[in-house]
């Protein structure tokens, strides 16, 4: 059983471009979670996503950044135009629920770099 | 809102002896709490959680305690060993399953 995977690991963009980060959730798992990490500093939430819906996106940047997790393939977390800021570690998660199910496992995260 | 702070920083502690990790939350409506470990460049792995209706959670080496009242948990590591170094991370669920995370410790085992 595969872990939670994304993909790429590196990312390397200038100012300006676009960056999309991908996630696929644990096998059995239909939520999906993204945490941003800035050096040495803990995850902040930025998205929760079930297949089709955004739940919960308090954690999102109101501009440049959205998320989505279609029916079929991986969850993408987008952020356009990106800036020297948006250089961090994007991390996903994945769970088979809520509450008593809720437990989240990690993915290996993404590292964006912006030139 | 939504805090969660840990304390201390960094740990130092020689190998076999115990690390202590303390952790508050401000929101009395959060049940459930996981720590993680993170080694450097890795992925956050949970290691324990602890849900409210209890008061303590053993798993081998590991343990977490949980005061309500006082809204802290604690993570506890007994006999540690080289592995053991790494950052751990405590959090606190809140409205929607989302995790709020301390900032983490450096948790450095001394052979």
């Known amino acids: 059983n595969a872990g939670v995977m994304q993909n790429p690991r590196h990312l390397v963009r200038r100012r300006g471009q676009e960056a999309r980060l991908r996630c696929s959730p644990m096998?059995?798992?239909?939520?999906v979670y993204w945490y941003r990490q800035l050096p040495e500093e803990g995850l902040k939430f930025m998205v929760y996503?079930?297949?089709?819906?955004?739940?919960?996106e308090s954690g999102m940047p109101k501009e440049r950044f959205s998320a989505e997790f279609p029916k079929e393939g991986p969850s993408i977390l987008r952020i356009q135009q990106v800036v020297r800021g948006d250089s961090a570690a994007y991390f996903c998660?994945?769970?088979?629920?809520?509450?008593?199910?809720?437990?989240?496992?990690f993915g290996p995260g993404t590292r964006l770099t912006v030139l | 809102g939504e805090n969660v702070e840990q304390h201390p920083s960094t740990l130092s502690v020689q190998e076999g002896d115990s690390a202590v990790i303390k952790c508050t939350y401000s929101?009395?409506?959060?049940?459930?709490f996981p720590w993680y470990k993170q080694e450097l460049g890795k992925r956050p792995q949970l290691i324990i959680d602890?849900?409210?209706?209890?008061g303590e959670k053993k798993d081998q080496r590991i343990a977490v305690t949980l005061n309500k009242t006082a809204k802290h948990f604690s993570l506890h590591i007994t006999e540690t060993q080289p592995e053991d170094s790494a950052v751990y991370f405590c959090?606190?669920?809140?409205?929607?399953?989302?995790?709020?995370f301390g900032k983490g410790n450096q948790v450095v085992v001394i052979p």
């Open positions: 959090a606190a669920r809140y409205g929607n399953n989302r995790l709020a």
């Open positions: 602890i849900r409210s209706n209890v």
């Open positions: 996503l079930q297949k089709e819906n955004i739940i919960d």
């Open positions: 929101d009395s409506a959060s049940n459930y």
């Open positions: 096998k059995g798992h239909s939520h």
């Open positions: 998660a994945s769970s088979p629920g809520q509450g008593a199910y809720g437990e989240q496992f």
